[in-house]
C-alpha cells in the first residue's frame, strides 16, 4: 500500500476519533446523550460507523489502486495479503481493499438513501392515517397490511424482472418502496396518541390545516421513534442489497458492492477466502454497529427512562 493511502487511512481513523469525541463533548449536557454514550457497544457502533463512512468519502485517497483496473490477471490472481494489498486480490487481481473502499460508498449511500425514502413515505403516510382517521386510515392501514403480508423479497423480484439490470437509482427506489410499511404503524400509533393533546387543539383553533399541523406539529414530535427505525432500519437495507448483489440482480460490476464482491469471491472461497471473508465481516461489523446504536437511541430517547 502507498505511503499516500496510508496516510489516508490513519486521517479517517483520526477523524473518527475526533468526531464522535466531538458529539460527546456538545451533548454532555443532554441527559439523552448521557445514556446513549453510557452504552459501550454503542459509542463503539457510532466510532465504526463514523469510520466506514469517512472511508467512504476519501475512497478516492484510502485506496491505492482503482477499483475496477486488473493488476496483472497472471502474476497477481488471488494474491493473498501482503504489503502492498493488505487484503489481498481477487480473481480478476484487483485489489480488494480498494474495492471496499470504494464499496463503501455503494452499499452505505444505497442503505441510507432507500431508508430515507422508506421513512419519509411511512412516516406521511402514518401521520396522515393517524391524524384524519375515518375511511382514510382504514384504505391506508389496508394496504400497510397487504404490503406486510407479502415477502419484500418477492415484491422487490417482482420489480426486478421488469428489468433486465436495474440502474443504481432505481434500485434505490425500489428498495425504499418496498419498505415502508412497517414504519407507518409505528407512526400512525404516536399520532393517535399526539392528535388530541392540547398543542394540537390549539393549533387547529388557530385556523391551522391539516397538512400544517401534520408536517409542523404532529411529525416533529414522533421524531425519536423515526430516527430509531431508521437506524435500525439502514442494517436490513444493507444485508438486502448485499443478498441482491450476491444473486446477481443488486449492483451490476463492475462497480464494486460489498455484496457483489462476496459474490466475486464465493466460488474460490477455500482457496482465496480473503475475497469473501473481508467484505462479510464489513457488512457484519456495520450491520451490528447500527443496530447497537439504534438500540442505544430507543433507550436514551424513551421517555419513561427521561422520567425514572
Known amino acids: 500500500m502507498s505511503t499516500r493511502a496510508v496516510l489516508a487511512l490513519l486521517g479517517t481513523l483520526a477523524l473518527a476519533f475526533f468526531v464522535v469525541g466531538v458529539v460527546r463533548r456538545r451533548t454532555a449536557h443532554s441527559p439523552a446523550a448521557r445514556r446513549f454514550f453510557n452504552s459501550t457497544p454503542a459509542a463503539w457502533g457510532l466510532f465504526i460507523l463514523t469510520f466506514f463512512a469517512a472511508v467512504a468519502l476519501a475512497a478516492p485517497w484510502v485506496a491505492p489502486y482503482d477499483p475496477a483496473v486488473q493488476l496483472e490477471i497472471v502474476t497477481l490472481k488471488n494474491q493473498g495479503p501482503s504489503l502492498l494489498h493488505p487484503l489481498g486480490t481477487d480473481l480478476y487481481s484487483r485489489d480488494v481493499w480498494s474495492r471496499l473502499a470504494y464499496g463503501a460508498r455503494v452499499s452505505l449511500s444505497i442503505a441510507a438513501l432507500a431508508m430515507l425514502v422508506a421513512v419519509t413515505l411511512g412516516a406521511l403516510v402514518g401521520a396522515v392515517a393517524g391524524y384524519v382517521r375515518s375511511w382514510v386510515d382504514t384504505a391506508l392501514m389496508r394496504t400497510v397490511d397487504v404490503g406486510l403480508a407479502i415477502p419484500r423479497i418477492f415484491l422487490l423480484l417482482m420489480a426486478i424482472a421488469l428489468w433486465e439490470h436495474l440502474p443504481l437509482w432505481l434500485l434505490v427506489l425500489v428498495i425504499g418502496v418496498t419498505g415502508w410499511f412497517g414504519t407507518s404503524r409505528l407512526v400512525r400509533a404516536e399520532v393517535l396518541t399526539l392528535r388530541e393533546r ?24 414522533v421524531a425519536a421513534p423515526i430516527i430509531v427505525s431508521a437506524a435500525l432500519g439502514i442494517g436490513n437495507v444493507m444485508l438486502l442489497e448485499a443478498g441482491l448483489s450476491f444473486l446477481g440482480i443488486g449492483v451490476q460490476p463492475p462497480l464494486p458492492s460489498w455484496g457483489n464482491m462476496i459474490a466475486d469471491g464465493a466460488p474460490q472461497l477455500s482457496t482465496a477466502w480473503w475475497t469473501t471473508v473481508f467484505p462479510g465481516v464489513t457488512i457484519a461489523l456495520v450491520v451490528m454497529s447500527l443496530h447497537a446504536v439504534g438500540d ?11 422520567a425514572a
Not at 385556523?207 to 401534520?214: E, L, N, S, T, V
Not at 442505544?296 to 427521561?306: E, I, T, W
Request: proline fraction near 9%; aromatic fraction near 2%.
Open 296 to 306: 442505544a437511541l430507543r433507550d436514551a430517547l424513551d421517555p419513561r427512562r427521561a
Open 198 to 221: 392540547d398543542f394540537v387543539a390549539a393549533a387547529r383553533a388557530l385556523g391551522a390545516g391539516p397538512m400544517r399541523i401534520i408536517v409542523r406539529h404532529v411529525l416533529p414530535n
